[in-house]
Protein backbone atom coordinates (compact mmCIF):
# COMPACT_ATOMS: atom_id res chain seq x y z
CA UNK A 1 0.00 0.00 0.00
CA UNK A 2 1.28 3.40 -1.02
CA UNK A 3 1.48 5.96 2.12
CA UNK A 4 1.80 9.88 0.86
CA UNK A 5 1.60 12.70 3.22
CA UNK A 6 2.31 16.32 2.33
CA UNK A 7 2.12 18.71 4.99
CA UNK A 8 1.64 22.47 4.71
CA UNK A 9 1.85 23.91 8.41
CA UNK A 10 1.85 27.30 9.71
CA UNK A 11 3.64 28.35 12.59
CA UNK A 12 2.47 30.94 14.97
CA UNK A 13 5.25 31.92 17.36
CA UNK A 14 5.85 34.88 19.97
CA UNK A 15 9.20 36.44 18.02
CA UNK A 16 10.42 36.02 14.87
CA UNK A 17 11.33 32.36 14.12
CA UNK A 18 14.76 32.90 13.88
CA UNK A 19 14.93 34.29 17.27
CA UNK A 20 12.08 31.93 18.29
CA UNK A 21 14.95 28.80 18.16
CA UNK A 22 16.42 30.16 21.38
CA UNK A 23 15.51 28.58 24.89
CA UNK A 24 12.43 28.98 26.58
CA UNK A 25 10.43 30.38 23.55
CA UNK A 26 7.35 28.47 22.00
CA UNK A 27 5.75 28.20 18.54
CA UNK A 28 1.87 26.87 18.06
CA UNK A 29 1.50 24.40 14.18
CA UNK A 30 -1.54 24.74 12.24
CA UNK A 31 -1.34 21.96 9.96
CA UNK A 32 -3.51 21.04 6.59
CA UNK A 33 -1.93 18.38 4.91
CA UNK A 34 -3.46 15.22 2.40
CA UNK A 35 -2.71 11.65 2.72
CA UNK A 36 -3.59 8.80 1.11
CA UNK A 37 -3.42 4.68 2.45
CA UNK A 38 -4.20 2.16 0.29
CA UNK A 39 -7.19 3.67 -1.72
CA UNK A 40 -8.60 5.74 0.70
CA UNK A 41 -6.82 9.52 0.66
CA UNK A 42 -7.58 11.66 3.41
CA UNK A 43 -7.76 15.58 4.54
CA UNK A 44 -5.72 15.83 7.78
CA UNK A 45 -6.05 18.61 10.03
CA UNK A 46 -3.82 19.05 13.40
CA UNK A 47 -2.49 21.37 15.92
CA UNK A 48 1.01 21.30 17.15
CA UNK A 49 2.93 22.81 20.78
CA UNK A 50 6.80 23.55 20.96
CA UNK A 51 8.86 24.37 23.15
CA UNK A 52 12.66 25.26 22.85
CA UNK A 53 14.08 23.47 26.26
CA UNK A 54 17.77 24.78 25.16
CA UNK A 55 18.85 26.80 21.96
CA UNK A 56 17.66 25.16 18.41
CA UNK A 57 15.95 22.25 19.93
CA UNK A 58 12.53 22.22 20.11
CA UNK A 59 10.54 19.74 22.19
CA UNK A 60 7.11 19.34 20.86
CA UNK A 61 3.41 17.58 21.07
CA UNK A 62 0.75 17.19 18.14
CA UNK A 63 -2.46 16.31 17.31
CA UNK A 64 -3.68 15.59 13.92
CA UNK A 65 -7.29 14.03 12.32
CA UNK A 66 -7.84 12.11 9.27
CA UNK A 67 -11.41 12.26 7.60
CA UNK A 68 -12.87 12.06 4.41
CA UNK A 69 -11.68 8.37 4.49
CA UNK A 70 -12.42 5.10 5.74
CA UNK A 71 -11.47 4.17 8.73
CA UNK A 72 -11.63 7.93 10.46
CA UNK A 73 -7.55 8.10 11.67
CA UNK A 74 -6.63 10.41 14.79
CA UNK A 75 -2.50 10.78 15.59
CA UNK A 76 -0.69 11.82 18.44
CA UNK A 77 2.35 12.14 18.19
CA UNK A 78 5.65 13.31 20.65
CA UNK A 79 8.82 14.95 18.65
CA UNK A 80 12.01 16.83 18.85
CA UNK A 81 13.57 19.03 16.42
CA UNK A 82 17.57 19.95 16.44
CA UNK A 83 17.95 23.07 13.84
CA UNK A 84 22.06 23.30 13.08
CA UNK A 85 23.65 26.49 13.40
CA UNK A 86 25.00 26.37 10.41
CA UNK A 87 23.73 30.16 8.95
CA UNK A 88 21.94 32.40 10.44
CA UNK A 89 18.87 31.99 7.64
CA UNK A 90 19.36 28.24 6.37
CA UNK A 91 19.05 25.70 9.00
CA UNK A 92 19.35 22.31 8.49
CA UNK A 93 17.26 20.11 11.01
CA UNK A 94 17.07 16.38 12.67
CA UNK A 95 14.36 15.21 14.29
CA UNK A 96 13.03 12.06 16.01
CA UNK A 97 9.11 11.24 16.59
CA UNK A 98 7.32 9.11 18.11
CA UNK A 99 3.45 8.23 16.79
CA UNK A 100 0.61 6.79 17.89
CA UNK A 101 -2.35 6.74 15.39
CA UNK A 102 -5.91 5.76 16.76
CA UNK A 103 -7.47 3.83 13.84
CA UNK A 104 -11.56 3.43 13.79
CA UNK A 105 -12.83 -0.08 13.85
CA UNK A 106 -9.36 -1.29 13.78
CA UNK A 107 -6.33 -1.68 16.02
CA UNK A 108 -4.12 1.09 16.25
CA UNK A 109 -0.72 1.56 15.77
CA UNK A 110 2.39 2.83 17.18
CA UNK A 111 5.48 3.98 15.29
CA UNK A 112 8.80 5.86 15.72
CA UNK A 113 10.81 7.46 13.07
CA UNK A 114 12.75 10.66 12.07
CA UNK A 115 12.22 13.97 9.93
CA UNK A 116 15.41 15.45 8.29
CA UNK A 117 15.77 18.88 6.33
CA UNK A 118 16.82 22.10 5.68
CA UNK A 119 14.76 24.74 6.71
CA UNK A 120 15.02 28.79 5.01
CA UNK A 121 14.09 31.13 7.63
CA UNK A 122 13.44 35.17 6.25
CA UNK A 123 11.65 36.62 9.16
CA UNK A 124 8.70 36.13 9.51
CA UNK A 125 8.83 33.25 6.94
CA UNK A 126 9.97 29.92 7.25
CA UNK A 127 10.38 27.33 4.25
CA UNK A 128 11.31 23.96 4.75
CA UNK A 129 11.64 20.83 2.97
CA UNK A 130 12.66 17.32 4.40
CA UNK A 131 11.57 13.73 4.40
CA UNK A 132 10.03 11.54 7.29
CA UNK A 133 9.95 8.02 7.67
CA UNK A 134 8.13 5.94 10.23
CA UNK A 135 8.26 2.47 11.10
CA UNK A 136 5.80 0.74 12.92
CA UNK A 137 6.15 -0.68 16.62
CA UNK A 138 2.83 -2.73 16.19
CA UNK A 139 -0.56 -2.54 14.62
CA UNK A 140 -2.38 -3.86 11.42
CA UNK A 141 -2.55 -4.39 7.92
CA UNK A 142 -3.59 -0.73 7.03
CA UNK A 143 -0.11 0.34 7.13
CA UNK A 144 2.01 -1.42 5.20
CA UNK A 145 4.37 0.77 3.19
CA UNK A 146 7.23 2.52 5.57
CA UNK A 147 9.27 4.58 2.87
CA UNK A 148 10.20 8.15 3.38
CA UNK A 149 7.54 10.63 2.48
CA UNK A 150 8.33 14.19 1.19
CA UNK A 151 7.48 17.08 3.79
CA UNK A 152 6.90 20.42 3.44
CA UNK A 153 6.83 23.52 5.78
CA UNK A 154 5.61 26.99 5.48
CA UNK A 155 5.78 28.95 8.74
CA UNK A 156 4.67 32.53 9.75
CA UNK A 157 5.18 33.81 12.85
CA UNK A 158 4.40 37.38 14.10
Known amino acids: MKYILALIILSFSQLSYAASLQAGNKSFDVKLSSASVGREDYTVAGVGLHYFAVDN ?87 IDEDPTVEFVVGLSF
Open 57 to 143: LALGAAYEYWFSGEPSIAKGTLESTFYIPVHETIRPYFGLLYSHYFVGSRSDVDTYGYRAGVSLINDPLLFSVGVRQEKHISGNSLF
